[in-house]
């Protein structure tokens, strides 16, 4: 979705307005198929991005300035912010 240092050969970078148009053909198309956005997503925009998909993949945003002891506190804001009013 967004631009990555965690993969050496990522895929384009398509932004919100990208991800939100992928998400409306492929639920036209395959409404049963969950859709998983993954690439860049930070824990300033997983609540948006978790708004419109079934499922979020971070890497990166888990793993804060603070090292491996801030990634548990790190994963329940992301958490938090990705199922947004579904909780």
Not at 24 to 48: Q, Y
Request: avoid cysteine; glycine fraction near 12%.
């Amino acid at each position: 979705i967004f631009a990555t240092v965690s993969k050496e050969n990522p895929s384009p970078v398509v932004g919100l307005r990208g991800l939100r148009d992928l998400v409306a053909r492929v639920r036209r198309a395959r409404p049963d198929l969950p859709i998983v956005a993954i690439g860049g997503i930070s824990l300033e925009t997983a609540g948006e991005v978790g708004s419109m998909v079934d499922a979020v993949a971070v890497i990166g945003a888990l793993l804060p300035d603070g090292g491996l002891s801030a990634v548990e506190e790190r994963a329940r804001a992301l958490h938090a912010a990705i199922l947004g009013e579904r909780r």
